[in-house]
C-alpha cells in the first residue's frame, strides 16, 4: 500500500487527470460558444472541466469585458508542502494576530521561479507541457530537501536558499522560461537573484524583534514535498484590492452590484473619492459586472484569493533513500528510477515522506437528506393514511428502512435523498480510481451518514470486507437540527437487519454531547483515538 501511496503522490499529482484542453475547447465549441470565449474562460479557471468553464460563461453573460483580448498573467512558483508548509501557515496567523498584517500575507508561502508574465489563452497548454517536461528533466538533480537559512531586516524577514542548491532551483527557472518563451510565444523571465522564501515583508520596525521570535519556532528543516505550481492572475486589477463578501446584497438601484457571501471584488483605491461614504464602487471576480455596493458587507481578502493554480509538478526525492546493490538493475517508478529493492525499503520511504502518506483520516460530511431537498415536512408528503411510506418523488428513497419504533422518528433521523445515494457512491468511487484503501469506517448513528458509509464502501468495492463502525459522539447538533432532544436513532440490530454493513463488537461508544462545548470536545478526542 506505501508503493500505491506514492503513486497517488507522486504520479497521479504530476499527471493531468481531466481531459485535454483541445478536448475540452470541443466540447465548449459544440454548445455554441464562441472560439476565442470559450479559450478566454477555460484560461480562466485552470482549463480543468468543460462544467467549471461552462459555469464561468453563464456568470460572466453580462460582462461588458467578455469579448476583449486580455490575456491571463502567469507565474511559476515553488511552494512547500508537508511539516513546512504547516508551520509557516502557523507563522502566517500567529504573526498577523500579534502584529497586524503586512504585505506577506497577501500570498501562500512560496519561492518564486518565474515572475508574472502573459500568455495568449489558445497557447496556455504549451505551459502546462513545458513544465512538465522540464520537471521530468529536473527530477533526479532536485535535492532532496533544500538548505533554508534565515534573514531578517528592518522590513523584511524570510529564509534565503543556500546557494548550492538555490543554483539548480534558477537552472530550473531558467530552462522552463526559455522553452516556454519558444513553444508559447511569451516573454518569460526567470529570477536569478537571492532565491528567497518571505515570510514578513513591510512591516513596523517595533515588530521586527517580535516577529523574528515567530520565526524562530520554523524548523526550515521539517519534511517538505516541493511542488513547482503554475498560477494565473487578471492583470486588469493586479493594482486594486480585493475584498470578500460577507453577506449576499441584491441591488435596489440600477447602478448597484449583485453580490452573494464568499464573492470576490476588485476595488480600484484611486475610483473611490466621489463614492458616498459607506459605499464602494466595484468589479465582481464571480461576473465581471461593476456597481456600487456597502462597505459594511465586505472585509479586505488577500491578493492570492482570486489567482487560479493551473498545473504543478511534484518533485519526488524520497528514492534517493533507497538503497542499490551492484546486481540489482534500475527499474523506472513515477518517472524516477527506483531499484527491486523498493518493496523491501518502504519503511525508509515512510520515514521521509510526510506522515499523511503512511496513516490518514479521510472526513466526510453526508451526501444529500431529503429534509434539505423536500423541507422538514417531507415524511408527511410520503405517507399515506394509514401510515405507509410511498414514493411521492423520484429523488425520494424507494423504500425506507424498517424500525420497530413509529416511522415518525424519521424525521428527525432523514435518509438520504436518491441525489445524495449517487454522490456516496461516486465518491467511492473516486477514491477508488486513486488507489485509496480503506481500513476503517466510524460513522456518526444518523441514518442519513451510515448511508453515506455504506455507498462510498460499495464505491471502493470494499462493502464486503469493511464494516461501519457507529460511533454516537461523532452526531453534531447544528442548527439545522429542528428537535431540542436527542433524535431516536436506529438501533445497531435494526440498521444489521436493514442490511446496512454494520460493526458490532464494542469499540469507542461515546454518548452524544448536549452541547456545542462538549460535542466539539469529544469529536477531537475521538478523533485522535481514531
Not at 50 to 76: F, G, M, R, T
Not at 254 to 275: C, H, K, R, W
Request: with cysteine; aromatic share 10%.
Amino acid at each position: 500500500m506505501a508503493v500505491a501511496e506514492m503513486q497517488l503522490y507522486a504520479k497521479v499529482s504530476n499527471k493531468h487527470r481531466s481531459r485535454s484542453t483541445s478536448v475540452l475547447l470541443e466540447s465548449l465549441l459544440a454548445k455554441g460558444f464562441p472560439a476565442h470565449i470559450a479559450q478566454k474562460a477555460l484560461a480562466a479557471t485552470g482549463q480543468k472541466t468543460v462544467e467549471d468553464a461552462a459555469k464561468w460563461l453563464h456568470s460572466h453573460c453580462n460582462d461588458p469585458s467578455l469579448d476583449d483580448p486580455i490575456p491571463q498573467e502567469y507565474a511559476l512558483y515553488l511552494c512547500p508542502t508537508g511539516c513546512l508548509h504547516n508551520y509557516l501557515l502557523d507563522f502566517w496567523k500567529e504573526s498577523k494576530r500579534q502584529c497586524g498584517k503586512n504585505r506577506a500575507h497577501e500570498i501562500f508561502p512560496h519561492i518564486t521561479l518565474c515572475d508574472f508574465f502573459t500568455c495568449e489563452d489558445q497557447k496556455v497548454e504549451l505551459l502546462y507541457d513545458t513544465l512538465k517536461r522540464v520537471g521530468e528533466s529536473f527530477s533526479q538533480r532536485f535535492p532532496p530537501s533544500i538548505s533554508l537559512s534565515l534573514h531578517s531586516s528592518t522590513s523584511y524577514l524570510g529564509f534565503f536558499i543556500d546557494d548550492r542548491h538555490a543554483n539548480i532551483l534558477k537552472e530550473f527557472a531558467l530552462a522552463f522560461s526559455s522553452e516556454a518563451s519558444a513553444v508559447a510565444d511569451c516573454h518569460v523571465k526567470p529570477c536569478l537573484k537571492q532565491l528567497h522564501l518571505t515570510l514578513s515583508h513591510k512591516f513596523y520596525p517595533h515588530h521586527q524583534k517580535t516577529l523574528e521570535q515567530l520565526a524562530k519556532c520554523i524548523n526550515p528543516g521539517e519534511t517538505c514535498q516541493w511542488v513547482a505550481a503554475l498560477y494565473s492572475r487578471d492583470m486588469r486589477f493586479v493594482h486594486y484590492q480585493t475584498l470578500k463578501a460577507l453577506f449576499q446584497y441584491k441591488p435596489q438601484n440600477i447602478d448597484e452590484l449583485m453580490i452573494n457571501a464568499g464573492d470576490f471584488i476588485y476595488v480600484d483605491p484611486t475610483q473611490q473619492s466621489d463614492v458616498s461614504e459607506g459605499w464602494v464602487i466595484g468589479i465582481s471576480h464571480r461576473t465581471g459586472c461593476r456597481g456600487f455596493l456597502p462597505e459594511n458587507y465586505t472585509e479586505r481578502a488577500n491578493e492570492s484569493d482570486t489567482w487560479v493554480k493551473h498545473r504543478e509538478y511534484v518533485f519526488v526525492t524520497a528514492s534517493r533513500l533507497f538503497t542499490q546493490t551492484e546486481n540489482e538493475p534500475n527499474v523506472k517508478t513515477n518517472g524516477e528510477v527506483q531499484s527491486p529493492s523498493m518493496s523491501r525499503s518502504v519503511s525508509k520511504v515512510l520515514s521521509f515522506q510526510n506522515a499523511t502518506l503512511r496513516r490518514g483520516v479521510l472526513v466526510m460530511r453526508h451526501g444529500e437528506r431529503v429534509d434539505q431537498v423536500f423541507g422538514k415536512s417531507w415524511l408527511q408528503q410520503c405517507l399515506t393514511a394509514d401510515g405507509k411510506y410511498y414514493r411521492a418523488d423520484l429523488n425520494f428513497p424507494s423504500t425506507l428502512p424498517k424500525r420497530k419504533d413509529s416511522m415518525k422518528h424519521f424525521e428527525y433521523d432523514p435518509p438520504l435523498s436518491c441525489c445524495g445515494i449517487f454522490q456516496s457512491r461516486l465518491i467511492g468511487e473516486a477514491l477508488l480510481d486513486q488507489e485509496v484503501t480503506v481500513s476503517y469506517v466510524y460513522s456518526s448513528p444518523a441514518l442519513r451518514c451510515i448511508q453515506t458509509a455504506q455507498h462510498l464502501l460499495q464505491g471502493l468495492k470494499l462493502d464486503q470486507k469493511v464494516k461501519i463502525r457507529v460511533e454516537p459522539g461523532l452526531f453534531e447538533w447544528t442548527k439545522w437540527e429542528a428537535s431540542r432532544v436527542l433524535p431516536n436513532f436506529m438501533t445497531v440490530t435494526e440498521l444489521v437487519e436493514a442490511s446496512y454493513k454494520i460493526d458490532t463488537t464494542p469499540h469507542l461508544a461515546h454518548k452524544p454531547g448536549c452541547s456545542v462545548f462538549t460535542v466539539h470536545s469529544q469529536a477531537q478526542e475521538i478523533t485522535q483515538l481514531i
